[in-house]
């Protein structure tokens, strides 16, 4: 119960899977309720030597031991600042008036210096005038008390000042370890948050760009853009997909894509490709790019006939009958990062609007490729020409289709 009431004391006002960094807030509760303790600590001391002015003492614990459980109680009702108000304040009253009430040889104001240390740790990093206020008092305070040595207000006795000052010597380093301790516990839970939104960021940009691109950027600020002398790039498309958007449920049609796309994407990894993006039901991926490869072609095509595959498969889950399209070109082009705050990864050339114009001018269920693709993979693959096509924007050109892999003696013969 004990530890249920003090997490409620410290947590005041902070949701937790909202707190970021250093919380000012809950170092304020922290330190209110270190201060609470102590002070009830005390209490049995003074009260010991009550006539000798320890019943003045205990009215000054009283009144401040109220003012502590104040603080988390402004800080639950969003009243932060007040709660900090009456945290500084009550800590410098509740120094100022022992020191002057036990005198100087009590050594009571020492613990201004912890307020010194601590208060920094309680303010927001835009409020440094509230800060060096505060700081600044202490200071002053400490220098004052410490250059007058003003003699006890009432009559108390040496005895009383002693057992305050040797008191004075066994808690302030005491509650210095303690609220270090907090402090560091706080700072290390600032630099996990920290590190954790790190690493997320991170694997979002590694979701949005290639390993190497995201490497890069991380590293320079530097534009990236880069020439490829070969490559293969991929154009997926769905048949009649404006069909299947009509006919179904928004979430059927986002659940069907995710599931396509995501099984599309294993494959790329499989076959060392990389994704550039999908627009609808439109999916493009890029091989050799932006690590260059050989094997470039070969791994495109491969891939593409397993998408076929895949996609008829995830077809028969979801109770749909419609093909896919695939277009394949090799080629030069250029990659590079576009956007300031939403990155993306794109390629640029000739070679890419062919591949495009394979996939929007093939058909259902087939794959379609370039003569350049074809000279790459002939060896390794079986095709069927389909002779001469008038690709729009472009000069007629030789495509063929993809049929699947050669067999072992198939290679060996050719």
Known sequence: M?????????????????????SPVRLTNLISLVLFC??????????????????VQTLILLFHAILCPLVPVCSSIGYTRLARRILIGGYASF????????GYLSASHWFLILGFLTVPFLFYREETALLLLASGSYTLGFFLLESFQLAPLLDITLNYQQTVKQLTNLTFPLICMLCTYHVFLDHAKSWTHIANEQRRSENLLLNVLPDPIAERLKDSNKPVAEHFASATVLFADIEGFSDIVNSRAPEAVVNYLNDLYSEFDQLLKQFNMEKIKTNGDEY??????????ADHAQQACACALQMQLTFARVNVRHHIDKGLRIGL????LIAGVIGKHKFSYDLWGDSVNLASRMESQGQSHRVQVSEHTYRLSKHNFIFEPRGKL??????????????????TSDQSRD
Not at 2 to 22: D, E, H
Not at 38 to 55: A, E, I, K, N, T
Not at 392 to 404: A, D, K, P, V
Request: charged share 10%; aromatic share 12%; hydrophobic share 45%.
């Open 329 to 332: 070109n090799s080629g030069q």
């Open 38 to 55: 102590v002070m009830l600590l005390h209490f049995p001391l003074h009260l010991f030597y009550w006539q000798q002015g320890g019943d």
């Open 390 to 407: 008038h690709v729009r924007g472009m000069e007629t050109c030789q495509t063929y289709w993809l049929i699947g892999p050669r067999n």
């Open 2 to 22: 004990i530890t249920a009431l003090f997490k409620t004391w410290i947590w005041a006002g902070i949701q937790r899977s909202a707190c970021k960094n250093i």
């Open 95 to 102: 120094i100022c008036l022992t020191s002057l009430h036990l």
């Open 284 to 293: 493009m991926a890029v091989s050799g790019v932006p690590i260059h490869r």
